[in-house]
Structures are given as C-alpha cells and as structure tokens.
C-alpha cells in the first residue's frame, strides 16, 4: 500500500491521482456496462484514505507502534472504539470509508475489511523485509489485495456479469504492475528515510521492475489496453534509474 505525498517523484503521485479514472476505464472496457459516477467517488474517497494511512505508518519508526496503529485503523472501520480526533485529516478520511463500509452488505463489508486488514498485515512485512526476492513477492501481493478492495463497491449488476472473473483478474494484475513500479520508483528515497530496509541496487530495481513488466503485460494480456503504458512504464524507468543510480 503505497503513499503518494509530496516527498515521492512526481510521476507516482500524478500516477495515483489519475487511478481512480483509470480503474473506472477498466471496469467498464472488461464489463461493456458504464460506471456510475458514485461509484468513482467512493473509489476516490478509498484511494486518499490509503494515501493518509501510509504517510503515517511512515511517520513511525517502531515496528509495535505501527502495529498498534494499524489495529486502531482496524478497530475504527469496525465501530469499536477508537479515535483519531488528534488527527484531523486522518479522522476525517476513515470516517467517510467507514460510512461507505457501513452503506455495504455484511458480506461485501467482509470482503473489503478483511482485504484493508490483509494489506496492513503485507505492508508491515515490506516495511521489514530484508530480501529483495521477498520484497518484491510481498510488493506484488499488496498491489494485488488491493486491486480487490474497489470490488465491493460496485454496483450489483457488475458481480453478476459474467465479466466479472475477467475484472478480478485485470484488477488485481494493474495492482501488481501499479505497486512495484511505485515501488521501483521510491526505493531509493524509502531506504534513505529508513522505510524500507532492501538496498536499491540496480539489481533489486530491477527485479521491481522485471515484476512491472510481467504483471503489466498480464494485465494488457487480458484487457486489451494499448501497450503505451508498458512503453511509458520502460521510458520512465530509465529515466530514474539515470536519476537514482549509485
């Protein structure tokens, strides 16, 4: 789960900005079937909610602390007691996942709260991965958890398509791609600031972006978008590489 703020290059937070339109131009290539503007907007709300929740996991050198934050995160989004209020931007981002989460079925309210739990679980571990190998297995299986947290707010009609297994798959093969070329991108700075404790080498970069290549050509396997994106994706690897090299 990655945090585009203003400490990252420019392309990952123009990248997570622009994703909400891109996961709507997916649904509705794979599904044929339009996208209700609402369900944009709860996608969007989810999105800066994610972006907030790891500005501070980053914020917090102890490894208990942020297990701690993470439960109250956990703890807030199922009813129980808890309380950001000190944080105002937080609070205000959870309560208006909460109140989406609380507008959804128990079982699809399940699904998306049992997905955040998985992702904040995976990205404890990144956080304290040392080897790249496993760094990046556990990169692609955040970015694939969640590509499938969007999955339940959308309208009934789409999890009755019979295109609904082939937007599973599309979904969670852009998360993979999406997070390790983030990844790729802020290794470099998150191992300075002590987020990350895998070394960007050339070789670790390049096994993120061995992974970006793989996914991303999964994904335009199975949903036919333009392979533009894996040449914008080649391009701008190169260029921080150039930027980033040691």
């Not at 808890?82 to 996942?97: H, P």
Request: without cysteine.
């Amino acid at each position: 789960m990655r945090e585009m703020g203003e400490s990252r290059l420019d392309v990952s937070q123009e990248h997570y900005e622009n994703s909400s339109d891109t996961l709507r131009e997916v649904t509705e290539q794979i599904t044929g079937l339009a996208l209700p503007p609402e369900t944009v907007g709860k996608w969007r709300a989810i999105l800066g909610a994610v972006r907030i929740i790891d500005d501070r996991l980053d914020a917090i050198p102890e490894e208990k602390e942020r297990e701690q934050f993470a439960s109250g995160v956990m703890n807030f989004l199922n009813g129980e007691v808890s309380s950001f209020s000190q944080d105002e931007r937080l609070n205000n981002a959870l309560g208006n996942v909460k109140d989406l989460v609380d507008g959804l079925s128990e079982v699809q309210r399940k699904s998306f709260l049992d997905s955040i739990s998985r992702i904040l679980n995976i990205t404890e571990k990144i956080k304290t991965e040392e080897e790249s190998s496993k760094f990046t297995t556990l990169t692609r299986l955040e970015g694939q958890v969640m590509g499938k947290v969007f999955i339940p707010f959308l309208p009934e009609e789409y999890r009755k398509s019979e295109k609904f297994p082939a937007l599973l798959k599309v979904l969670t093969r852009l998360g993979r791609a999406a997070n390790s070329f983030d990844t790729f991108i802020d290794l470099k700075e998150d191992y300075r600031k002590g987020r990350a404790r895998v070394r960007p080498t050339a070789l670790n970069r390049l096994l993120l972006f061995g992974a970006t290549i793989s996914d991303g050509m999964a994904f335009l396997k199975e949903s036919k978008f333009s392979k533009n994106l894996i040449v914008h994706f080649t391009q701008r690897a190169k260029e921080v590489i150039l930027q980033t090299s040691e």
